[in-house]
């Protein structure tokens, strides 16, 4: 891929080590765009670049209970953020969780793919359209649908 791309990494505390598992494994894709982080998982995935002597731009947030998944939200409301991968601990409630849904719906409304698992962030990084100038995501319209 020839596009820089500004990409969110965030992941809650149980799901960090899958986190750090997939960026180990896209390190050399990764390091090739910017990353903006959460706290806690920007300093992880820092020290995975650092490990493997791979040099990359990492900006870190707050950590996400004290406003990183806010500031990542308004990062996407200024469409600064071309992908976000959030790996979300559906298994347990959080303290902030009115800024977890924050960040997922201005992903939505904003039209910036997210992903929730590594499976579907594999897809998404791996995607040709990155590259392809014809490719115009469809703007999206939230008007109310008639069957007329």
């Given at each position: 891929m020839s596009k820089k791309l500004k990409i969110a990494l965030v992941a809650h505390d149980r799901r960090k080590a899958d986190m750090i598992k997939w960026v180990k494994y896209n390190a050399v894709y990764l390091s090739k765009h910017d990353l903006v982080c959460t706290g806690t998982t920007g300093g992880l995935i820092k020290k995975v670049f650092e490990d493997a002597g791979i040099e990359a731009n990492v900006e870190?947030?707050?950590?996400?209970?004290f406003?990183?998944?806010?500031?990542?939200?308004?990062?996407?409301a200024r469409n600064e953020?071309?992908?976000?991968?959030?790996l979300i601990d559906d298994l347990n409630p959080q303290p902030h969780e009115a800024d977890i849904q924050m960040l997922l719906r201005q992903c939505r409304l904003h039209n910036v793919p997210i992903a929730c698992n590594v499976t579907s962030a594999d897809l998404m990084i791996s995607s040709n359209l990155w590259d392809d100038d014809s490719y115009k995501p469809?703007?999206?319209?939230y008007v109310n649908f008639s069957r007329d």
């Open positions: 870190c947030m707050n950590s996400g209970p406003g990183g998944d806010a500031e990542i939200a308004a990062m996407v953020i071309n992908l976000a991968v959030f469809m703007e999206q319209s």
